[in-house]
């Protein structure tokens, strides 16, 4: 009996764990790309933030991209806060497009107008480490 309860405890504590989606399966390394837009939106919240932004195509015409950052905490480790951001200025976020080709992205490096960048990748195992 108390072999299953600590298998049980070990099952529902690894659960999280299990739980969170694999970046390199859901995002495409190998198409990494710059996008720049104004942000229309962001959801501070667990377990990724996620910013909207209004981005221009080749011909001109608004395209709604949405963009899974870390989480807050890891996000405020590397300096970045809500604060630092203005809805009327461009960023620059480098990304890693959806596989699927839906237009939402992980985010890799935001650049904000004044040239300050942070690192805004989620750090799982599976994620090649930001080269800068």
């Given at each position: 009996?108390?072999?299953?309860?600590?298998?049980l405890i070990a099952i529902l504590a690894a659960a999280p764990l299990l739980a969170h989606h694999s970046v390199s399966k859901e995002f495409d390394s190998a198409r990494a790309m710059p996008i720049t837009?104004?942000?229309?939106?962001?959801?501070?919240?667990?377990?990724?933030?996620?910013?909207?932004?209004?981005?221009?195509?080749?011909?001109?015409?608004?395209?709604?991209?949405?963009?899974?950052?870390?989480?807050p905490a890891a996000l405020a480790r590397a300096g970045f806060?809500?604060?630092v951001l203005d809805f009327t200025t461009p960023v620059k976020i480098d990304v890693w497009p959806a596989r699927d080709g839906s237009?939402?992205?992980?985010?890799?490096?935001?650049?904000?107008?004044?040239?300050?960048?942070?690192?805004?990748?989620?750090?799982?195992?599976?994620?090649?480490?930001?080269k800068r």
């Open positions: 009996m108390k072999r299953h309860i600590a298998v837009g104004t942000i229309t939106r962001i959801e501070w919240t667990n377990p990724h933030v996620w910013i909207y932004l209004n981005v221009k195509d080749a011909d001109g015409k608004i395209v709604p991209w949405r963009v899974e950052l870390a989480a806060e809500k604060s237009i939402h992205a992980a985010g890799r490096l935001l650049t904000l107008l004044d040239g300050r960048a942070f690192d805004v990748a989620d750090k799982w195992p599976d994620v090649i480490p930001l």
